[in-house]
């Protein structure tokens, strides 16, 4: 029951990560367009500033929690990295009570508020001349809010599995960094060279 509940967050955070991220795609286009107007035909667009930070916002937003469920965080875990697993998870579980799940629920009662006031008076940009609405990204906040909030009941699910274990249950795993790929790769044939 445990382990299929955390599957569930983590798949669903993992569908809305996957989703948000191609917004770097778009980010990408409407950037290279703007510098392609911009310094060839002395054209520049009113529109690219908005246009940057409505995608690279709502990337960071919609994005922290499938990045917290596959464990990709910076951490400070200078000291626990070495202990046991259970005492890891022990002192996880009651970090996320007293700092994760009050800082996430007062991001979704007061990004409710920002985003809602946002929306209802259609808030545009006041950056540029074109009036790029800037409400949707507002009302993400609230939404970004109830992904981590969920994802944090994942973790402390992940938790509870890791005391009664002893043992850390095994993540989703999609994709790889690039380097670490190319680090294990080259280990690999370095071991496999010093073998024979």
């Known amino acids: 029951m445990i382990r299929s509940v955390i599957k569930s967050i983590d798949l669903l955070n993992k569908s809305v990560g996957h989703a948000f991220a191609w917004t770097i795609v778009i980010l990408t286009l409407g950037i290279s367009y703007e510098v392609f107007v911009r310094y060839v035909l002395r054209d520049p667009t009113s529109w690219a500033f908005d246009l940057s930070y409505l995608m690279y916002g709502s990337l960071f937003l919609m994005c922290g929690a499938y990045t917290l469920s596959r464990g990709g965080h910076v951490r400070a875990d200078i000291l626990s990295r070495r202990w046991r697993p259970r005492r890891q998870a022990a002192l996880e579980f009651v970090l996320y009570f007293l700092f994760y799940f009050p800082g996430v629920l007062a991001l979704v009662i007061a990004g409710w508020g920002y985003g809602h006031d946002a929306f209802l008076i ?7 001349p074109v ?3 800037v409400w949707p990204l507002k009302m993400l906040i609230p939404a970004a809010g109830v992904l981590l909030t969920l994802q944090g009941i994942a973790e402390v699910l992940r938790c509870v599995l890791c005391l009664k274990e002893g043992q850390w249950p ?3 795993h999609d994709v790889d960094e690039l380097e670490s790929v190319l680090i294990k790769t080259h280990s690999a044939h370095q071991n496999s060279g010093v073998q024979s």
């Open 170 to 172: 095994p993540r989703l």
């Open 122 to 128: 259609k808030e545009v940009s006041v950056n540029s």
């Open 131 to 133: 009036g790029v609405p």
